[in-house]
């Protein structure tokens, strides 16, 4: 698969799956609250507060996650 065609599935399946996201809480919200505004209302502020929330995590872990970074990854010097 081609770079642009693999970004293209990937924003895809990032809308899509925050659309599952989104109405499995507006569904959880009615469940819970027996009024269907109640859960849309909920679901609408969850899908902004993720939004930002993912940002702000996303730039925590571009500026201090280490995890799997090439540049950080230590190999052993081989002195045989």
């Known amino acids: 698969m081609d770079t ?8 895809a399946k ?3 799956w ?3 996201g989104t109405v499995d809480t ?4 009615w469940l819970i609250t027996g009024d ?3 859960g849309a209302k ?3 502020l969850e899908l902004i507060t ?8 996303e730039r925590a872990w571009f500026r201090y996650g280490k995890l799997g ?9 081989s002195d045989d």
């Open 50 to 57: 993720k939004m930002v929330l993912y940002y702000f995590h």
């Open 36 to 38: 269907p505004l109640t």
């Open 18 to 20: 925050r659309i599952v």
């Open 4 to 11: 642009k065609a693999s970004r293209i599935r990937h924003l």
């Open 26 to 29: 507006i569904l959880l919200g």
């Open 42 to 44: 909920i679901g609408g």
């Open 69 to 77: 970074r090439e540049d950080h990854l230590s190999t052993p010097d």
């Open 14 to 16: 990032t809308l899509t």
